[in-house]
Structures are given as structure tokens and as C-alpha cells.
């Protein structure tokens, strides 16, 4: 278990904290901190910053993750449009979600609406070493969506490059 100190802003001010909604949760459920009767409309296709009325000090060798919440992307076509957005433990601002509505309808979010999940997570720190040759691999140079085929598959022999198939 790791703590996690926070500042509640003045706007978030008689919100539920973020809290794992389940014992098996990995997330906790970020609220919208809009003002009281106010309603945030998503257009499809919009986005918007969502306050959280929080900021945080993550400890040294962790970050916070931003996740969507599963329930609202199924039902809504609502999800975080930085998936996952990262919070650095040495940023101090307000938590903020970028949400999009991929939907087809408008999306109404009000105060202490749930908008996403935090996880917290340690953060390992690379080194990089430059290399004048690097191991071969099963998949070597084969990028997106290279994964998984076989030569009974019928895509497999084309090349992709730059989004073109050609």
C-alpha cells in the first residue's frame, strides 16, 4: 500500500475522494468536481477537460494513471482521449480528465459524476544504450499489426507502410 497526499481545491470541496469501489478494484473512481447544477455537455465527437477539484503528491517512483471507466465507453461511447494520461509524481496541478464522446448521442456530465479511474503505479527508469546491431527476434522489423499472421492468412504477404496498404 502506498499514501498519497492530496490538496482538495476549493471546488471539490464536499466530494467523495477517489475510492476503490470494489476489493478486487485496481482504479479509483475520479468525480467530476463541476459546480453545483451545472452540466457539462459532450457533444459526439467533443471533448472536454474535466476537473477533479484534486491535486496530488505522488510519492518518488510512482505515477497515477488516468483510465476510462469501462461502463462509460460500453453504454455511452465516452472514454479518456489520452488513454492512459499520465501523472508524474512531480506535478502538482489540479487533476484534470480529458474526456471524448465517440457516440452518437449527447453526453450530460454533472457534480460528483464518476469520469474515470487513477491507478497508481511504480515507474521504472531506463537507461538508454545506443547499439550498432540489435538481436534478432521472431517478429523482427514487422510493425503494426504484423503480429499473428501465418501464411495461410491471406493479408499476410502485403506490405504496409505509412497507413497505405500496398
Known sequence: MVEIAFLRLPHGAGLAL???ESAGAAGLDLRAALPAGAVLELAPGARELVPTGLCLQLPDGFEAQVRPRSGLA????VTVLNAPGTIDSDYRGEVKVILINHGRELFAIRRGD?????????????VMVEALTLGESGRGTGGFGSTGLSDADPQAGLSVMKGIVA
Do not use: D, N
Request: charge should be positive; charged fraction near 15%; glycine fraction near 4%.
Open 114 to 126: 464518476r469520469v474515470a479511474q487513477l491507478v497508481v503505479a511504480p515507474v521504472t527508469r531506463a
Open 74 to 77: 460500453s453504454k455511452h461511447g
Open 18 to 20: 477517489p475510492a476503490y
